[in-house]
């Protein structure tokens, strides 16, 4: 069995300011671990995914991520937050594709 | 670019109305997935197929169907609509590779009146 947990809801910070979103999740075997972002009336897009290579994971626009195994967390971060960050963020903890699951997502709100 | 597409990204029906929502995949993926998303509940699965003509219940299956008569075409069916499916659909695909990346469509937004 696998669950992933995303501690906030929602997340404000300023802009320029960093971001951390957090994720922990627990599984019976090695995961697969993903973050996916959600603008405003889109679909989901891949932002990066941990797969047991490195675990400090670089993605797109500048957020990054770090697996932990000993803290069950996979938490994303990004140094200086833009206002096109503001979206809704999931994680997403894989035994395949066909055992994937969602976190609740958490939704980053960026203010100027 | 790889594309999912979901052809009525609006839709508004009356309950007990039968639905359709079509999903079309241009990566030749064998597997395509319907998800549901609601507020506070993230993504739920509902179906997926892993080949033409093959189909697997996901999470949340009651009330639903699907169709997938194509390799690139997967179909979302609700029989008969009820108020409580009111919800964004998400379709998304992914090839044989196994490691759990989804492509995804833009979703369908379905209101059941």
């Known amino acids: 069995a696998q669950s992933v947990t995303q501690l906030d809801s929602h997340v404000s910070v300023s802009e320029g300011t960093p971001v951390l979103l957090r994720c922990n999740y627990s599984?019976?075997?090695?995961?697969?671990l993903f973050w996916y972002v959600q603008h405003p009336n889109k679909g989901l897009q891949l932002l990066l995914k941990y797969t047991s290579a490195a675990t400090l994971v670089k993605g797109i626009n500048g957020f990054e991520a770090e697996f932990k195994k000993s803290e069950t967390s996979f938490h994303l971060t990004k140094p200086s937050a833009h206002m096109s960050d503001a979206a809704e963020y999931f994680c997403?903890?894989?035994?395949?594709?066909?055992?994937?699951?969602f976190g609740k997502g958490t939704m980053l709100l960026v203010s100027p | 670019d790889v594309k999912v597409t979901q052809s009525s990204r609006y839709l508004v029906k009356r309950t007990g109305e039968k639905v359709f929502l079509e999903c079309v995949q241009d990566?030749?993926?064998?597997?395509m997935f319907w998800y549901r998303q609601d507020p506070g509940l993230g993504l739920r699965l509902i179906y997926f197929?892993?080949?033409?003509?093959?189909?697997e219940k996901g999470d949340i299956p009651e009330g639903y169907s699907v169709s997938r008569e194509k390799k690139e075409r997967f179909s979302l069916i609700l029989e008969s609509a009820s108020t409580n499916q009111t919800s964004m659909y998400l379709c998304?695909?992914?090839?044989?590779?196994?490691?759990?990346?989804?492509?995804f469509g833009e979703g369908s937004r379905l209101t059941v009146l």
């Open positions: 599984s019976s075997y090695s995961p697969s």
């Open positions: 997403v903890v894989s035994g395949g594709y066909s055992t994937l699951t």
């Open positions: 197929s892993y080949d033409v003509k093959m189909k």
């Open positions: 998304a695909s992914c090839g044989t590779d196994n490691t759990g990346e989804l492509f």
């Open positions: 990566m030749d993926h064998e597997n």
